[in-house]
């Protein structure tokens, strides 16, 4: 069983910066891959940025540039840092975690209950 709990949320203009933090529990070979997502109204659930066993981020198009994913291993926490913020950024984010390779794929076990970003 994992628990993923996110903060850090909230609503900036655009061109700001915001950092989601994920803090996990559970079983850790089921978080053996840990990825973020976000789904706007009407719209997809859509990879933003994930990292798997090898340790290397991957980001979508979208947020290349912009996005950074981090973690804290002690602390069993997942970081996004959030710059240059667009309205089309604007969506709840969630957190995911498996022991499968799903990086960017929302086919995820294990999710968080989301945190909302709103760029204005």
């Known amino acids: 069983h994992v628990q993923l709990v996110e903060s850090g949320g909230g609503s900036v203009q655009a061109g700001g910066s915001l950092r989601l933090s994920c803090a996990a529990s559970?079983?850790?070979?089921?978080?053996?891959?840990m990825g973020w997502f976000r789904q706007a109204p009407g719209k997809e659930r859509e990879g933003v940025a994930a990292?798997?066993?090898?340790?290397?981020?991957r980001y979508a198009d979208s947020v290349k540039d912009r996005f950074t994913l981090s973690q804290d291993s002690a602390k069993n926490t997942l970081y996004l840092q959030m710059d240059n913020l667009r309205p089309t950024d604007t969506a709840m984010y969630y957190c995911?975690?498996?022991?499968?390779?799903?990086?960017?794929?929302?086919?995820?076990?294990?999710w968080g209950q989301g945190t909302q970003v709103t760029v204005s």
């Open positions: 559970g079983n850790t070979v089921s978080r053996r891959c």
């Open positions: 990292i798997g066993s090898d340790a290397r981020a």
């Open positions: 995911s975690a498996d022991s499968r390779e799903w990086l960017l794929i929302p086919r995820y076990d294990w």
